[in-house]
Structure formats: C-alpha cells, structure tokens
C-alpha cells in the first residue's frame, strides 16, 4: 500500500534536480499528484515562494496575506518515498466533499456505484 495519499501535503527530506533546472532544496513544500507503482514513486507538484502578478503580468514576491498571492510552482516531478515526509494529510488539507471527489476519483466504476447506493440509503435514512 502507499505510503502517501493523493493530494497529501509533503517536503523534501534531500534535494532533487528539476526537470527544467535547478534543484528543489531540502525542505522545499508540495502535493502529491499522482501516485506510481502503488507508492514505488510518487509524482509531487514542488512549490516556492509566495507570489503575486504585477501590474505588467509578472511575478513578483508576496506575502501569505497579501490578496491574490500563491505559492509559486517550481517543478512537477517524480520523487520517491525515501525523499519526502508528510506534512499534512490531504484529509486534513482539503474539505469532506472535496476529499471524497478524490478518492471517488480512484475507485472503479463499480465500487462508486457501491458508495452511491451507500449514499442514497443514508440520505433516506435521514
């Protein structure tokens, strides 16, 4: 079984080179995307610093507070397990509903039938 969840926030426990350039350092942030080989490997969005557009269209450095700011991304790339810790995860990221769209998204089609019919009778059962 996986170690890590889709959609699990993690951090770099050594630095890997970008695909584009660079490297991401020791401690860089980001979210699992994709998960390979049932957790061999894992793909990881890898953000920087917070960043804003300017007036002109191009980033410039913000703060977590200011409005309109996001962190920036730095690479999507294949890290492995030995490579990241958790930091928060994604049940605890994102909200209930959003959540289950994910792991709704990963099950067959007949298994979302099952939690649909589950669904339905608890909706009666109110």
């Known amino acids: 079984m996986a170690r890590f969840q889709l959609f699990d926030g993690v951090k770099l426990t050594e630095a890997i080179p970008l ?15 994709e998960v390979l080989g049932e957790g061999k490997a894992y793909i990881v969005e890898l953000f920087g610093g917070w960043v ?24 999507v ?33 007949d298994l979302v039938a099952e939690v649909r019919d589950f669904a339905e009778f608890l909706q009666q059962k109110q």
């Not at 695909?19 to 860089?28: F, L, N, P, S, Y």
């Not at 804003?52 to 991304?73: L, R």
């Not at 810790?85 to 209930?96: D, H, K, Q, S, W």
Request: glycine share 8%.
């Open 19 to 33: 695909t584009d350039g660079g490297r991401a350092q020791v401690e860089t942030v980001g979210t699992i995307v």
């Open 77 to 109: 790339e294949t890290v492995y397990p030995h490579q990241l810790v958790l930091t928060i995860p994604a049940r605890e990221a994102m909200g209930v509903r959003e959540h289950l769209t994910a792991v709704l998204d990963n099950l067959s089609d």
């Open 52 to 75: 804003k557009y300017d007036e002109n269209g191009n980033f410039v450095s913000a703060t977590q507070d200011e409005s309109d700011s996001f962190m920036e991304t730095i690479g």
